[in-house]
């Protein structure tokens, strides 16, 4: 387990220098978007970091050793008496089950909430930042109105997988006794018809029951993984999207006799938000080297 949070806490650190060098790459268009905004990159960095050291490290040695023993389990359950072991499969598979769904769930909730988030942290970076602009236009409640709609969206958005969350979880909690009960009858009529011995049931039983605590610690952490998982592929596309405009790369031509010297000829600007709106047109200017030219006013 200490190895499991060292190499947990390098892999975060790592991630989240990898993270920054990416958005520093990336194209000024790319940051016009909603979505890519101040406050939506600082919820990214830090929360989806979180995310995945959440479950990085010391969890992710408890989660392997909880599989393992769930399969160790369920084997030497096979090797004593399959009958009965079969008897445990049944609720096994609908603990996996339940699992899949709570992991696919948890990464839709992480990332549908991740998008109001970002949102409201752009709202309350903007407010933070320009305060006194607040102050003087008595923008108090309006902002304020605001974030609540944006923390209610959030309500809305989960209460029903919160539902669905809570019903997994007591089906772990009961999911035990229940597949306990079934053994005991079954084994009953196997001991009656001379086809098992008194000695097996108390093994098959124990394993069986191991293996099903085992995988039970796996899902309680469900929702978790799939927060990390969400996480881990918000990063992912990240890491794999080349700019439009890579400021890292060296291809390209290299100008042999480059003196400084700019000449603009009927060149046409646009801003990348606002493709439609024409900001300068047929431009026509020529810039010497060591030269310092601004462009004031509008142009057309």
Not at 153 to 167: D, G, N, R, T
């Amino acid at each position: 387990f200490v190895a499991f949070g060292v190499a947990g806490a390098k892999l975060v650190s790592r991630i989240r220098s990898k993270a920054f060098a990416c958005f520093l790459r990336q194209e000024v268009a790319y940051f016009d978007r909603p979505e890519n905004s101040s406050g939506a990159i600082c919820t990214q960095l830090s929360s989806n970091a979180a995310a995945i050291e959440d479950m990085a490290g010391s969890r992710l040695g408890v989660i392997c050793q909880a599989l393992s023993l769930s399969a160790f389990g369920y084997l030497l359950g096979l090797f004593f008496n399959w009958q009965l072991t079969i008897i445990i499969a049944i609720p096994f598979v609908i603990m996996i089950i339940a699992t899949i769904i709570q992991i696919r769930l948890g990464s839709w909730l992480k990332t549908q909430s991740d998008l109001i988030r970002s949102q409201a942290s752009t709202l309350a970076v903007e407010v933070m930042t320009n305060m006194r602009t607040v102050k003087q236009l008595s923008m108090e409640y309006e902002v304020s109105r605001q974030y609540t709609n944006m923390v209610d969206q959030l309500l809305i958005l989960s209460w029903k997988p919160e539902v669905v969350f809570a019903i997994a979880i007591a089906l772990y909690w009961a999911i035990g006794p229940l597949a306990l009960g079934l053994l005991y009858w079954r084994a009953l009529i196997l001991v009656e018809n001379n086809e098992l011995d008194m000695s097996d049931i108390v093994m098959v039983s124990a394993f069986g029951m191991f293996a099903l605590e085992s995988l039970r610690v796996v899902g309680m952490l469900a929702r978790r993984i799939g927060a990390s998982l969400a996480a881990a592929h918000a990063f992912f596309d990240l890491f794999d999207r080349t700019p439009t405009i890579d400021n890292g790369s060296n291809k390209g031509q290299e100008l042999s006799n480059f003196s400084g010297e700019t000449d603009f000829n009927q060149v046409k600007f646009v801003y990348p938000s606002r493709p439609t709106v024409l900001v300068l047109n047929k431009l026509q200017l020529s810039i010497k080297s060591g030269q310092r030219i601004a462009l004031v006013g509008m142009f057309k």
